[in-house]
């Protein structure tokens, strides 16, 4: 069976420090991994994906994962973190199984607090 | 602008009583979906549609049914046979693209069910 797992409910950091939250999967054949963004009472923000190519990827608001294959892991990643940063992260993998859609399985969150 | 709208933002019901929830996009998305979301659990897949007027059961379709009669709309009705219906509910959707698609979710910005 496919899945994600989170293994962090929380990730604590001083502002200005590099923060790393992890995620590992567990699919079979070529992942397809996502991570997204949740503040406060609202719907979950994209912030970068992998689908193939390099390992490092780039994305929204300063953000980065590195895909390792070996680890069967898509940490997410920035350099110099910022008080704003605070929020929920989720890592995601696509279903294999569902279809034509991009019916993704999601980890149960990471809660980043980035303190002053 | 582009988007997707989920209303009402905060629902109170009365044990015993259907409800539902909207979900419009006018994002031209073929794909659409339904996901619970608990504190500690992550998201769950409750329905998913990849086209008008057909529709899947995602991991916890009991005591939900959905309809997808227009290519933006798909409510979700939390029946009375939802045993704990009180959680955060979150509809997406994303892009169809060639029969494989590899896009991100779009998140709606949820609405918050609350069986008194």
């Known amino acids: 069976a496919q899945s994600v797992a989170q293994p962090e409910d929380q990730v604590n950091v001083a502002e200005g420090n590099p923060l790393t939250v992890k995620c590992t999967y567990s699919?079979?054949?070529?992942?397809?991994l996502f991570w997204y963004v949740q503040y406060p009472n609202r719907g979950l923000q994209f912030l970068l994906k992998?689908?193939?190519?390099?390992?490092l990827v780039k994305g929204s608001y300063g953000f980065e994962a590195e895909f390792n294959k070996s680890q069967t892991s898509f940490h997410l990643k920035k350099p110099s973190a910022l008080v704003s940063d605070s929020a929920l992260y989720f890592c995601?993998?696509?279903?294999?199984?569902?279809?034509?859609?991009?019916?993704?399985?999601f980890g149960t969150g990471t809660l980043l607090a980035v303190q002053p | 602008d582009g988007g997707i709208t989920q209303s009402p933002k905060y629902l109170f019901r009365k044990e015993g009583q259907n409800v539902t929830l909207s979900c419009e996009q006018n994002?031209?998305?073929?794909?659409m979906y339904w996901y619970r979301q608990d504190p500690g659990q992550g998201l769950r897949l409750i329905y998913y549609?990849?086209?008008?007027?057909?529709?899947q059961k995602g991991d916890i379709a009991e005591g939900y049914s959905v309809s997808r009669e227009k290519k933006e709309s798909f409510p979700l009705t939390v029946t009375s046979a939802q045993k704990n219906p009180t959680a955060f509910y979150l509809c997406?959707?994303?892009?169809?693209?060639?029969?494989?698609?590899?896009?991100?979710?779009?998140f709606g910005e949820g609405s918050r069910l609350t069986v008194l």
């Open positions: 549609s990849q086209i008008v007027n057909d529709f």
């Open positions: 994002l031209n998305h073929d794909a």
């Open positions: 995601a993998v696509r279903d294999i199984g569902g279809g034509a859609t991009n019916k993704l399985i």
């Open positions: 699919v079979s054949g070529n992942p397809y």
């Open positions: 997406a959707s994303s892009i169809f693209l060639a029969g494989v698609n590899t896009g991100e979710l779009f």
């Open positions: 992998y689908i193939t190519g390099d390992n």
